[in-house]
């Protein structure tokens, strides 16, 4: 699974059916203020150009960073581990003659950092995996989520008990390189009267009863199955067991079921199918408040899937957009005893810049960014919060589009 996502260079991506009746999208004047900074447009460009060529040289590249201070692109380059080539030479000169020819605008400097994204990656999976080795069931137990990062190559680790002698455990088994910091478990967050197409944003409900007043989960990106060929709908595997009926808005109004859930260890998503029963699904998407929404169109997808520095929002049905700063894209954490202790890793973290943050009711929700005129670019679906980086702000989670698609055997739909 994981060779399959990491030979995943773009998401496939498939055009809205004509025959669907779509609403009308609103005029471009009356959309509201652009939420992605523009010359971070030009930014994300270069990263997803670059991530395409990084695909031949994993031991060199370590992501892409946007520094919208000093609005500046930096690659992250890796040294090679012992007897293995250096490539670095080449493939800054790959990248450097990729930007030159599509005329790039944007400042980028190579920076030096310990580690590879595969190499991130492998100490997470050492660290998390081999918990019961070096820390024995308390750090099982007590070792809620780790990330790598990139700059410095140390792992931090949040632990929620039995910090000083984990921290001993730890350090034995793997020096300075990881440090533990008190933390707690992902909080799982748990519009309101839409119609068929299915919009992503939408309000959900996994009962006739419950109340209607703030939402249960929130409705993610709809999608093409590739085994199937048909459409779906979409939300976080954590909300509800498959085969459960979901409804928007009025009481009787039931959209279809919940199918396949993807909440495994070892995995990188937390999502569920949702079968489409009556109606249908299109590539559109709420942006904007619970109440006071505006209907946009998906149009792109984060194809890179290593960029972070940039600023991405989550559109849920409860507590609206929030928006934050991409922190790292190698999150991991585990879920409780309700979910078999699932550890879930690459996933991406996001710092809270504005609002409260994603909240409960804005779980699967959809995570994007716009451009000139509203349109929409897919980066992922909203899971929960927690404090990432050991700092005592809460951060929050989503699932990548890239891993998603990897993952489901989906497209997303777009127009």
Request: aromatic content about 10%.
């Amino acid at each position: 699974m994981a060779a399959t996502a990491a030979m995943l260079v773009a998401v496939a991506l498939t055009n809205s059916s004509a025959a669907l009746a779509v609403p009308t999208p609103e005029a471009a004047g009356k959309l509201p203020t652009n939420i992605t900074p523009v010359d971070q447009i030009p930014a994300e460009d270069a990263g997803a150009q670059i991530a395409a060529i990084a695909a031949a040289y994993p031991e060199a590249f370590a992501g892409t960073h946007w520094d919208a201070a000093t609005k500046t692109l930096y690659v992250n380059v890796a040294a090679p581990r012992a007897k293995r080539a250096d490539l670095r030479t080449v493939f800054q000169q790959a990248v450097t003659g990729k930007l030159r020819s599509a005329k790039s605008p944007v400042k980028t400097v190579f920076r030096p950092v310990p580690l590879s994204l595969d190499g991130q990656q492998a100490l997470l999976d050492t660290f998390m995996a081999g918990r019961a080795k070096w820390g024995g069931q308390s750090a099982v137990r007590n070792v809620v989520g780790a990330t790598v990062d990139a700059k410095t190559g140390t792992l931090f680790a949040q632990v929620s008990g039995d910090l000083a002698a984990l921290r001993t455990a730890a350090q034995r088994r793997f020096g300075k390189t990881v440090s533990l910091r008190p933390g707690t478990a992902i909080k799982l967050d748990d519009r309101y009267y839409s119609s068929s197409p299915w919009t992503a944003g939408n309000a959900l409900w996994g009962s006739q009863d419950a109340s209607r007043s703030t939402a249960q989960c929130t409705q993610g990106y709809n999608w093409r199955r590739w085994a199937d060929n048909l459409r779906y709908a979409s939300t976080a595997g954590h909300c509800w067991a498959p085969g459960t009926s979901l409804y928007n808005g009025l009481p009787d109004q039931r959209i279809g079921y919940v199918g396949t859930r993807y909440l495994n260890t070892g995995e990188y998503v937390d999502f569920e199918y949702i079968r489409i029963t009556y109606g249908s699904v299109d590539n559109s998407v709420w942006v904007g408040g619970t109440r006071d929404a505006s209907h946009r169109r998906v149009l792109w997808a984060d194809n890179d899937g290593t960029q972070t520095g940039v600023t991405v929002c989550s559109s849920g049905a409860n507590f609206g957009l929030n928006c934050g700063v991409i922190l790292n894209r190698t999150t991991t954490f585990n879920y409780g005893a309700e979910y078999g202790y699932a550890s879930l890793s690459k996933l991406t973290c996001v710092s809270k810049v504005t609002g409260y943050g994603p909240g409960p009711g804005d779980s699967g929700g959809p995570v994007l960014t716009t451009a000139t005129g509203g349109a929409v670019k897919a980066w992922g679906q909203y899971i929960g919060r927690k404090d990432c980086d050991g700092d005592g702000d809460e951060d929050w989670v989503f699932a990548g589009i890239k891993n998603i698609a990897a993952r489901v055997g989906a497209s997303l739909i777009v127009s």
